[in-house]
């Protein structure tokens, strides 16, 4: 009888896994639908809500967007589908979530979901101010837009039957770790203390949200920060380790916050706020890539992979691998479209009955 290791048969399932993205690998409870996926957050899930403004934070330009579906750079900082997009397949509803602010948007998109998302956001207002970006409450106010765009369609009691029973996904707090505390709010806070902060928040957000309809709620932790190739360049020493202060605060923040929606959860019983935790399924990617089909953790497909990210990632930069499969990283700062299929059928298969 012939006999494989247990890495080779974690390469073969995470492999199948992969090439089974568009099956239903998802089944949802009899007598539960989910006819939409709303999206607030950062550059993991912004379809492109970014392109128009005037910042740095945007990706609709070459290399980003290179397996993406004819090449197109859609403002998605990846090289092709974000998680929002795997999300919104898995469950049936469509193959790509877009932004609410791309203009080729058709009415009938709106019932089936958009995404709010910003890159460079976060829950601390300085994080969306620094870059010029749509910042939570901002996304809020398109999210009331849409809900009025909604009623005007299919009224009232529809649009609430709609609210009440899509997935809605909270993607932020990397921005705020990584960049407004470390280089601002440091002076002013030990991390505990941001981070009850950060927590408090994110709380009056999603209380927010919970007053427009939404019922079902994924908040998704902050992932290991440290590991990123961005943070290693700058502060992992000679040899580019994981910053290990990044990864602690990292932890320390997914722990308030999942605290914090346990508390929303016995106070607003009618809803779910489930806390998603993508820090250990991305460290432990990053740790074992070979176990997941991948070769190269530490470093970005786009240029030299150190630091390139946005800006620097550009289509004149001569060193950009030419197979981002094999690649947890596209840029330093965000994983490949592999990489977040693989994230995105863990998290569906671990929490669907958490927040359905």
């Known amino acids: 009888m012939l006999s494989y290791s247990s890495s080779v048969i974690q390469f073969f399932v995470s492999v199948f896994i992969s090439l089974c993205i568009t099956e239903a690998l998802v089944k949802l409870p009899e007598n539960l639908t989910v006819p939409a996926v709303i999206v607030f957050g950062d550059s993991i899930v912004d379809a492109g809500n970014n392109n128009n403004l005037v ?148 709380s009056s957000f999603l209380k927010e949200l919970y007053g427009l309809g939404a019922r079902r709620i994924a908040v998704f932790g902050a992932p290991p920060l440290g590991c990123l190739p961005s943070q290693r360049s700058l502060a992992g020493g000679i040899q580019r380790e994981c910053a290990e202060n990044l990864n602690e605060a990292a932890k320390l923040f997914n722990t308030q916050l999942s605290s914090g929606l346990d508390s929303l959860n016995t106070n607003f019983p009618l809803a779910k706020f489930v806390y998603i935790d993508i820090y250990d399924p991305l460290l432990d990617i990053i740790q074992n890539p070979q176990k997941s089909g991948f070769e190269v953790a530490s470093k970005g497909c786009c240029g030299t992979g150190t630091i390139e990210s946005v800006l620097l990632c550009n289509r004149f930069n001569p060193f950009t691998c030419k197979d981002a499969t094999n690649y947890v990283f596209w840029d330093s700062y965000h994983p490949t479209e592999k990489v977040y299929k693989v994230l995105s059928v863990g998290v569906m298969q671990k929490y669907v009955g958490s927040f359905l």
């Open 55 to 202: 910042t740095v934070a945007k990706s609709n330009y070459p290399p980003y967007g290179r397996d993406f579906s004819g090449g197109i750079s859609t403002g998605r900082f990846s090289n092709g589908k974000i998680p929002s997009d795997f999300i919104a397949e898995l469950l049936g509803i469509k193959k790509l979530l877009p932004a609410y602010l791309d203009p080729s948007l058709q009415p009938s998109d709106l019932l089936t979901g958009v995404s709010f998302a910003s890159g460079a956001s976060g829950y601390d207002p300085l994080t969306s101010k620094i870059p010029s970006v749509f910042s939570l409450s901002d996304q809020l106010e398109m999210f009331k837009e849409y809900t009025g765009k909604l009623k005007a369609m299919v009224g009232e009691e529809r649009t609430n039957t709609i609210l009440s029973e899509s997935l809605f996904l909270v993607v932020q707090s990397s921005n705020d770790i990584a960049s407004t505390y470390f280089a601002i709010r440091k002076k002013q806070y030990d991390f505990a203390s941001y981070a009850d902060i950060l927590v408090t928040w994110a």
